[in-house]
């Protein structure tokens, strides 16, 4: 069983963060539900590489880390034209759009799906919702979050009506103000319904302190010819859990799960991505990369698994990470579950350190050990680059990676 939070939650906690937020009726009594189910959750299921299992979140002293009534943060929303970007509480209280947050909230993930889900619901303190009507094309939605509490909690809900576009961009980083030295919890969920042939870039930039542990569980549901593409990069946090998945329900729908990472000192990613075909003539690739310097760990775990109705199905897997120290540790597991004999499908892994024989026509030629080193960081990630339609995700991308490697 998981473990439980006495000391700082309580249904008088939720009833004051939902009646804060003005919330309706049925949004405070999910709230609740979650709340008293606690109990009944486990965390989210530990990866298990040979002779080792990772990220043991049970060690977490949650008692101390979640001070809900107390969450700070400095939200940034924007949204040009048609689309709708606003709190959750003001969407759900709004009579043009609640029925909309009533039928989509907890529809992808659901509320009491693990333990820490169900935290999140019973503790999300402003949340966002994004609403692309029907026909309308949002390139330009962007959420920037300032963390400047103990503990922040968030849930995003995005809607992509028929025949919609949305590019959004959301970015996730600690205040100057912040305690230093103050262990912090981060945790978020994003659901993503993408209706019919409707089309979805999300990209998530996580730079937290390295203070803080991050737990987020990003899910995409796409519809018919619809498309959810997943951009992740995480460069900040003291330990970071994150999957991203996508469950393709309709025929013809499609996803691409890009993800990035840089560790270094005793950092520690858990990376996930997943996608599920459910239905036929469905579409998924998923690029990881990632690199540790020092002390960072890293475990990667991508799953592609193809329902018995998924005919035609092409599937597509490939995880990459180096070390830079050989104190870093890093594993990876790939997965294949094939319930349809009409797919394409494949998966690649590897783990290994900057290539001798590249390093020494480098500096034999007499480019710096250092700044071969960095050249060489550098190109392993343009593959992920290069998948980045975004251009402004992708000069952020690439300017952290930057400044990590000036560190």
Not at 14 to 30: C, F, G, Q, Y
Not at 104 to 128: C, K, M, R, W
Not at 277 to 302: M, P, Q
């Amino acid at each position: 069983m998981s473990t439980q939070v006495h000391a700082t939650i309580s249904e008088e906690t939720v009833r004051e963060i939902s009646d804060a937020n003005d919330e309706p009726e049925w949004l405070m009594e999910t709230r609740l539900d979650a709340l008293s189910n606690l109990s009944e959750l486990d965390m989210p299921p530990v990866i298990r590489t040979p002779g080792r299992d990772w990220t043991n979140l049970d060690a977490l002293d949650f008692d101390s880390l979640v001070d809900p009534l107390n969450a700070a943060e400095e939200k940034d929303l924007v949204g040009e034209g048609d689309v709708v970007v606003t709190t959750l509480a003001e969407a759900a209280g709004d009579d043009e759009y609640a029925d909309v947050v009533r039928e989509h909230f907890g529809s992808v993930i659901d509320p009491q799906e693990n333990y820490l889900t169900a935290l999140s619901t019973a503790l999300f303190t402003s949340g966002t919702f994004v609403y692309v009507p029907e026909g309308v094309n949002a390139e330009d939605v962007t959420i920037r979050t300032e963390m400047n509490s103990r503990s922040l909690f968030n849930y995003t809900l995005v809607v992509a009506e028929d025949s919609s576009s949305a590019t959004i961009l959301e970015r996730q980083y600690t205040g100057e103000d912040t305690a230093a030295s103050e262990d912090r919890y981060y945790s978020a969920v994003v659901e993503v319904v993408a209706n019919e042939n409707s089309h979805v870039q999300y990209g998530w930039l996580q730079n937290l302190d390295e203070d803080t542990y991050n737990y987020s569980l990003k899910r995409g549901s796409a519809d018919t010819y619809a498309t959810i593409n997943w951009i992740e990069g995480n460069i900040g946090s003291r330990l970071t859990k994150s999957a991203v998945e996508t469950t393709l329900d309709g025929s013809g729908a499609e996803s691409q799960i890009v993800g990035a990472f840089f560790g270094h000192d005793e950092q520690h990613f858990d990376v996930n991505a997943r996608v599920w075909h459910k239905n036929e003539h469905t579409t998924a690739d998923l690029v990881t990369r990632g690199v540790l310097d020092d002390e960072a760990r890293s475990v990667y775990e991508g799953v592609q698994d193809v329902g018995t109705e998924a005919w035609d199905t092409s599937s597509y897997q490939r995880e990459n990470t180096l070390m830079l120290s050989d104190d870093s540790e890093a594993d990876a597991s790939p997965k294949l579950i094939i319930n349809n004999h009409d797919t394409e499908a494949s998966h690649s892994a590897t783990v290994g350190q900057v290539d001798a024989e590249e390093l020494l026509y480098m500096t034999s030629r007499g480019i710096p050990e250092d700044q071969a080193t960095d050249m060489l960081v550098e190109g392993f990630f343009v593959p992920v680059f290069e998948e980045i339609e975004i251009d402004e995700f992708r000069d952020d991308l690439e300017a952290l990676v930057e400044a990590r490697l000036d560190e």
